[in-house]
């Protein structure tokens, strides 16, 4: 499944991109004058290789779950088991990715794939897998939660791989169902320590630069933090050549999973917007895989996680919104939805010069 995933990713289509910025030139406002919103559209006109490109709706956000061994070190101040209770207030609707989701008319489907304690409960009826009202669970577990990274590599390379499947499986699965962007989520405890180590990996940037607070560490064991990634990654001498090998050595199950969704997007030519540092980290894997999956992949935000500014700056992408946030879950992704909604919009909608009769310079 891998292998046929990535050779079915294509660069950006250049015909469509020229067409899409020729039309820029004849719609009514000055040329230029919205900004980094007119080469999105751009973009995404070279992604679905149309121009306009089809509007970037249903939007689904899917929220892979899993667990993290190196939590056993102490790198965050919350107990594991707020992995699996925050996956029963998911399915509530009562988390924050819930009251964003329900405002932007998107479907949320919550995915473990590797979470360590028994989930609290499953709803009571199955959705349907586009229902924007009730948020749906699906059970794909590889392993419950990753081995101690610090210890010993935190997943098999057939663990790994599996997670990246279960993305792609999702990812089709979604898209099948009519859904015309998909948005990534993440959970799970600890998880922003193996992002940091996977940023290190693929970019080269010191760990340093890569390591953040996450979910608010105080000063020592931010220290711990920091010292933890620098010697996972000198344990394992991860290769960026390799991404499932890194993946496996130093990654989460959810990471593994987020790539293998932007890889199952950008093979059906569907847009893929993107999170926080969680989603990032796993974006770069993606890119290792298959260097044209980037023509996928909007930047939903920036996170204040220092590692997701190293991530972008290595992906070449700009992220649309700035708003200081770090909670993950896909938040950062849906408040940026109306941004990539309005830049495809114009496209479709706003009249040309000589359509509305209306003198150019």
């Known amino acids: 499944m891998l292998e046929t995933t990535i050779a079915a990713i294509r660069p950006a289509d250049d015909t469509a991109m020229a067409a899409a910025r020729e039309l820029h030139g004849r719609l009514t406002k000055p040329v230029g004058s919205l900004g980094s919103l007119e080469e999105l559209s751009v973009r995404l006109a070279g992604l679905a290789g149309a121009c ?12 892979f779950a899993g667990d993290h061994g190196v939590h056993a070190q102490g790198v965050s101040p919350w107990p594991q088991e707020v992995t699996a209770q925050m996956i029963g207030n998911f399915l509530a609707g009562g988390a924050v990715v819930n009251a964003f989701a ?17 989930l609290p409960g499953e709803p009571a009826a199955t959705p349907t897998v586009l229902d924007p009202a009730v948020p749906r669970l699906v059970v794909a577990s590889v392993r419950r939660g990753t081995r101690d990274l610090a210890v010993t590599a935190a997943l098999t390379r057939d663990e790994a791989l599996a ?26 405890i600890g998880n922003t320590t193996p992002a940091a180590a996977l940023i290190a990996a693929f970019t080269g940037a010191d760990p340093l630069d890569t390591t953040g607070r996450g979910t608010g560490v105080d000063d020592p064991t931010y220290a711990h933090k920091v010292a933890l990634v620098r010697a996972a990654l000198a344990r394992h001498a991860p290769d960026p050549a390799d991404p499932l090998g890194v993946l496996a050595a130093v990654g989460g199950l959810e990471h593994a999973a987020l790539a293998g969704l932007i890889l199952g997007a950008a093979a059906r ?15 770069l894997a993606a890119a ?14 920036r996170s204040a ?27 950062g ?25 209306v003198a150019e310079k």
């Open 269 to 283: 030519r569907t847009p893929v917007l993107l999170d926080g540092v969680i989603a990032v980290s796993a974006a």
């Open 102 to 118: 329900r405002q932007a008319g998107a479907s949320v489907t919550v995915v473990d794939v590797g979470v360590a304690t028994p």
């Open 288 to 301: 290792a895989f298959a260097p044209a999956a980037v023509c996928a992949m909007v930047a939903g935000h």
């Open 52 to 63: 306009p490109p089809p509007l970037p709706e249903p939007a689904a956000v899917a929220i």
């Open 305 to 331: 996680e220092p590692g997701a500014t190293v991530a972008l700056r290595h992906l070449g992408l700009d992220p649309l919104i700035d708003l200081g946030l770090r909670l993950g879950e896909g938040t």
């Open 163 to 188: 997670a990246v499947q279960t993305g792609i499986r999702i990812a089709d699965e979604l898209i099948d169902a009519g859904a015309g962007i998909l948005l990534t989520g993440d959970m799970g």
């Open 333 to 357: 992704a849906l408040l940026a939805l109306p941004v990539v909604s309005g830049a495809v919009r114009v496209l479709h909608e706003v009249a040309t010069f000589d359509s509305a009769g």
